[in-house]
């Protein structure tokens, strides 16, 4: 084995700006709230699995990140063997780290001093105040970041997953992982020869699988999805100590506009999550109609950017807490959650979305999370590779699919009920489906049959136009189709349209408009319950885009301050109690 500094290293590239070098104005800015200091030959700066770490910025020397790093605390210099991978190699004007040192996750990877060097060292609390304060060196920090968190998903870095691509409990961990953007890899039983010794190493038994190996010291057996938001940064706290004046449930576009705004008001408010920041659009590879970004942005981008605002202005986020009831109590709300305690409010917010509809079609539940898929994400591109695709659905979420992962390599088929493929889909995606070779269209045909041996393997579809059917080789099947909202845990405690849809303001018709005992009346995106709101597409009426979505959350701030004030100062000055 030999040590680092003796590997003779050369200087990574920079890629889409994710290495950029500081210019000495902003490393003198940063100067002033960190420390200069020397580093040994094979010092440890960061490693795996370590929360609370320092950001560094090479002034002399050259330093690696790395992967699989040994637990050699408190032996120097560190050495490099078969397990370790270099990842990266930079040397002065650069800086270390990636975007969970300021999401307050853990490390993903390791960083080791090649040679004597010189670093500028600032703590991360300092680092996340200059990030989200000071624009002349925390946006350059921050697009890095994020380019290095997509450059670390993409080349399968980060926890690893051991267990079964056949497991459900291995595929559930592997969609919460995708969905909360953590780098990840599957270390899979039945086709990795890394597996067996990676058990052996960390010593897990095979009934203990799947396990969430962090570092080479922390594992987690058969996590549930709580355990590994809790592990992951993902959960702020599993028990609430404090009534919040405002509790969110979903954190898509709405709901995150809705936290950010309500706490850079000043208002304490907790955001809960079932599964991941950003929702459905936070898996979208690219939002193209979202004012201010004229080139596009991808919708893990506009969640992490939104979160690390709702972070900056205190909001407690929670990951892996589906909501079971919410009660009104002592002019407040008590909810439950799965995987945590009850959380205390003021005022509520319901922004919990909808979830894609199911073809009714025999034999497709079997292979969900396997080779059928309701979201098209970086693990699942990197799943499909060149195979063939099928992609049903009409509407932009759809298309955006069927470009995204014809863009990673796939030979998609788009199959489109509707006989025109721009009735319900956006021009400029419709045109660009169109252009695209990889992809061939199917309109005014729906898929009837599927079939595999464990797996998909093809497909039976419907032609309306000639009324026949035709067989085609699918190895995966994502499907658009419509959505129904998450709303089955408020059955009994407001109204719900026919549909399961939150009623609000106006369509409340038969629900009287006045709420006597706070002297007002109904407010537009208020439920039939006083205080409770609903935004973005679980609400009735409302319309199914992002930016409509963090309108709606944004506005519901404003009613939100009028129902506390009411609360604060009673109808006609007189103070009304709260919890």
């Known amino acids: 084995m030999q040590p680092f500094a003796d590997s003779g290293p050369v200087e990574t590239p920079d890629v889409s700006g994710a290495y950029p070098r500081l210019s000495q104005a902003q490393i003198e800015l940063l100067d002033r709230v960190g420390t200069i200091r020397a580093t040994s030959a094979g010092e440890v700066l960061t490693r795996e699995g370590d929360l609370g770490g320092d950001f560094f910025v090479i002034l002399r020397g050259t330093v690696l990140v790395v992967e699989g790093l040994r637990d050699v605390r408190g032996r120097q210099p560190a050495e490099v063997d078969p397990g370790t991978r270099i990842l990266e190699v930079h040397g002065p004007g650069r800086f270390l780290g990636e975007l969970g040192l300021v999401e307050g996750q853990p490390a993903f990877v390791s960083s080791v001093s090649a040679e004597v060097s010189e670093v500028l060292q600032i703590s991360g609390e ?72 990676i058990l052996d190493r960390v010593g897990i038994p095979a009934g203990d699988l799947p396990a969430v ?140 979305g909808v979830r894609y509809r199911r073809l009714p079609i025999p034999g497709l539940e079997e292979l969900e999370g396997n080779s059928v898929f309701y979201a098209a994400t970086v693990h699942e591109a990197r799943l499909c590779g060149s195979q063939p695709v099928t992609v049903v659905g009409g509407g932009n979420s759809a298309g955006q699919a069927a470009l995204f992962l014809a863009g990673t390599g796939a030979t998609v088929r788009l199959v489109v009920r509707g006989a025109d493929l721009r009735a ?84 409340l018709e038969d629900f009287p408009p006045e709420f006597s005992h706070l002297g007002r009346r109904r407010l537009p995106l208020e439920t039939s319950v006083p205080g409770m709101f609903a935004v973005g597409d679980v609400r009735h009426g409302s319309v199914k885009r992002v930016t409509a979505a963090a309108g709606e959350g944004s506005t519901a701030v404003a009613m939100i301050h009028e129902h506390l004030r009411i609360l604060r100062d009673g109808p006609m000055g007189t103070p009304t109690p709260t919890p």
């Open 424 to 507: 319900d889909m956006s021009r400029y995606l419709a045109e660009r489906i169109e252009e695209q070779s990889a992809i061939t269209v199917l309109l005014g045909a729906t898929i009837v049959a599927v079939s595999g041996s464990g797996a998909l393997e093809r497909i039976v579809v419907s032609l309306r136009a000639t009324d026949e059917q035709r067989s085609f080789e699918s190895r995966y099947l994502f499907i658009f189709i419509g959505a129904v909202p998450h709303t089955e845990w408020l059955k009994g405690t407001l109204a719900l349209d026919d549909h399961g849809f939150v009623l609000t303001g106006s369509d």
């Open 213 to 352: 190996v962090l570092n080479a010291s922390q594992v987690l057996r058969n996590p549930s999805n709580a355990d590994l938001a809790l592990a992951t940064g993902l959960r702020a706290v599993k028990e609430h100590s404090t009534t919040y004046d405002l509790m969110v449930i979903g954190a898509g576009p709405a709901g995150l506009a809705a936290a950010v705004y309500a706490a850079s008001d000043g208002l304490s408010v907790v955001l809960k999550e079932a599964v991941g920041l950003g929702g459905q659009a936070g898996t979208s590879p690219r939002i193209e109609n979202f004012l201010g970004f004229p080139a596009g942005i991808s919708g893990g981008e506009l969640t992490e950017r939104a979160s690390l605002q709702a972070r900056k202005f205190g909001v407690q986020i929670n990951v892996a807490c589906g909501a079971r009831t919410i009660q009104s109590r002592d002019g407040g709300f008590r909810a439950e959650f799965n995987g945590s305690g009850p959380a205390y409010s003021r005022a509520a917010l319901l922004a919990t």
């Open 126 to 197: 300092d680092l996340r105040r200059v990030v989200l304060t000071d624009a002349a060196v925390g946006e350059t920090i921050l697009r890095a970041y994020l380019q290095r968190r997509i450059l670390l998903i993409g080349a399968g870095v980060g926890i690893r997953i051991v267990g079964s691509r056949f497991s459900r409990d291995t595929l559930r961990l592997l969609e919460f992982s995708a969905s909360n953007r953590l780098p990840h890899r599957l270390v899979d039983l039945e086709n990795d020869g890394q597996a067996q010794a």
